[in-house]
């Protein structure tokens, strides 16, 4: 068998087909340790990494890099001519679902599409359909020596690292946002960048990053786009051109002799905050901003732009009437926190609710989140945060066990070892969507079988892994249908729905009437049309 004879460090978990990425380490003490974690799951060179189908296995070597290496073959029937086999042949496929995920972390709902070559190269490009939104692009790779094409809008273009933006982009937008993969275990963690013009270029984790109308943007995205945009105050005039005599120093009191040398920027700073501490007139303070602001046009430094937001809100109040607060927008980071206090109120509501276990870690990520965004907070919300922070017992008993019935005591026993949440969702998601290509449901107890290490969880552990599987098929028309959880697929022994898939629902505002039979037979059919092959 002429099978590929490099090092192969990536592989796909289940089945051929799968699109659930593992990466070998290449360490001999590190490769025991992957194996315990991965106890009887299979990997194989699958055809989402350009491979050829076939199943791989793990090489521990201790001087040489361990690797993944294909089984053998006697009857010499099949070749592999799978491109690329590196740490970051599998990126591609990490892109897909952490951008997926970080998607509907935000109530957007997307499909992505990866492109194949050609010459048979498939991971170069991913393109993102999100729900009210422009195609986000993913380019990580091009033929060698190219660079980033000119795209309709390219801001919503996102570039791997070996690629070169387009220099008239940089010039013209001020930036580009770029991504990349880190090790994360043996998985790969996605980080987004901001190159700015110049060459500098600064990394973010997904949850400072979130996709606006103007494609993703990232903290270092909004300042560059606030330094590029000259601030006017609401009904403030033009100003008139200074005359050419003016003092160095201090600014004058007087209407009269109110300018000074452009290029003379501490001292048009001096003159501003002068401004607002006395509480001058607002003809005075719009003079002095509108100076500020033709100063550092080009760019401004944090001191300065605090500066100049202050005035801005000063002068904002007096022309609307004196006293009056003025309201602002949340900056990125406080919506950021405002949008991670409301999720956790929720939560933890729900897991009061259901008498599930609330930790220490969950209750202090509430207390910081809040804390950021205490200003947007409702009455409501800062009480329950205060009811929270004063819990004296936020972890609750857990409930007693059920009696046994056939092989349901898995889903009740308790299990203390830490456990890979997203693996095992993700796990869940290849095993339902796998069943549902073939048009067909999954009994809890086969899922088991299918995913190892779920059915040793605690019940509350494993609703926690099934509220993490969200579908990669989308509608294949227009035309509105019914939201359908994938998780619907999973059944009792005896094929009907499972009473898991209710408490699923109701987490997803899927209310379900009483008699849900006939509604779970829709879904399922929903399902099953979306991801048959047409």
């Known amino acids: 068998m002429a099978l590929d004879k490099r090092r192969v460090q990536t592989a796909v978990i289940g089945h051929s087909d799968s699109e659930l990425p593992v990466v070998l380490p290449m360490e001999a003490i590190e490769v025991g340790d992957f194996r315990t974690r991965h106890d009887g799951q299979t990997y194989w060179c699958g055809t989402w990494l350009g491979g050829c189908g076939h199943q791989l296995f793990t090489k521990l070597y201790t001087d ?16 592999c001519t799978r491109k690329a086999s590196g740490v970051s042949s599998a990126d591609h496929l990490y892109i897909k679902h952490g951008l997926l995920d970080w998607l509907a972390g935000q109530d957007i709902t997307a ?36 660079s980033a094409p000119e795209e309709k809008d390219p801001a919503h273009l996102m570039l791997g690292p070996e690629m070169t933006p387009d220099p008239d982009v940089l010039l013209r937008q001020g930036y580009v946002n770029r991504i990349q993969l880190v090790p994360d275990g043996t998985r790969r963690r996605i980080q987004v960048g901001t190159e700015r013009h110049g060459g500098a270029t600064e990394w973010f984790d997904l949850d400072d990053v979130e996709l606006t109308p103007s494609g993703p943007t990232t903290p270092a995205v ?12 609401i009904g403030v005039w033009a100003p008139k051109p200074p005359p050419p005599q003016s003092r160095p120093t201090a600014p004058a009191v007087s209407d009269e002799d109110h300018g000074i040398p452009s290029q003379d920027r501490d001292a048009a700073m001096a003159a501003l905050a002068q401004a607002v501490g006395d509480g001058r007139s607002r003809t005075e303070i719009r003079r002095w901003l509108n100076r500020a602001e033709e100063v550092t046009h080009g760019g401004a430094t944090a001191e300065e732009n605090a500066l100049i937001r202050a005035a801005t809100d000063v002068l ?26 409301e999720r956790l109120l929720r939560v933890l509501a729900q897991h009061k609710e259901h008498g599930m276990a609330v930790t220490f870690r969950q209750r202090n990520q509430l207390t910081k989140a809040a804390e950021q965004a205490s200003a947007w907070l409702t009455d409501e919300q800062r009480s329950q945060v205060e009811t929270w922070q004063n819990d004296p017992q936020p972890v609750p008993t857990p409930r007693t066990p059920q009696p046994p019935r056939g092989r349901s005591p898995r889903i009740a026993a308790p299990h203390p070892k830490p456990f890979n949440e997203a693996a095992l969702a993700d796990g869940v998601r290849d095993a339902l969507e796998h069943a549902a290509r073939l048009g067909r449901t999954v009994p809890l107890t086969d899922l088991y079988d299918q995913v190892k290490g779920l059915g040793e969880l605690a019940e509350s552990d494993q609703v926690q892994v ?10 294949r028309s227009a035309k509105p249908e019914p939201p359908a959880l994938l998780t619907a697929l999973i059944t009792t022994e005896a094929g009907t729905m499972h009473p898991v898939y209710r408490q699923l629902a109701d987490h997803a505002g899927h209310h379900l009437p009483p008699q849900a039979e006939t509604a779970w037979t829709d879904t399922v059919k929903i399902l099953h049309d979306r991801y048959l092959t047409p």
Do not use: M
């Open 466 to 475: 099934l509220r993490r599987v969200r579908p990669t098929a989308r509608p």
């Open 316 to 341: 904002l109040r007096l022309e609307r009437a004196v006293g009056v607060p003025t309201p602002r927008e949340p900056t990125f980071q406080e919506r950021k926190a405002l949008q991670k206090a």
């Open 64 to 79: 040489r890099a361990c690797h993944f290496a294909h089984g053998p073959d006697p009857e010499h029937t099949s070749s």
């Open 111 to 146: 499909e992505a599409t990866i492109a194949r070559d050609t010459d048979g190269l498939i991971g170069g490009d991913v393109l993102f359909a999100p729900s009210g939104h422009d195609n986000l692009r993913v380019l990580l790779s091009e033929s060698p020596g190219s």
């Open 222 to 233: 909004e300042e560059i786009r606030r330094l590029r945009t000259t601030r006017r105050p």
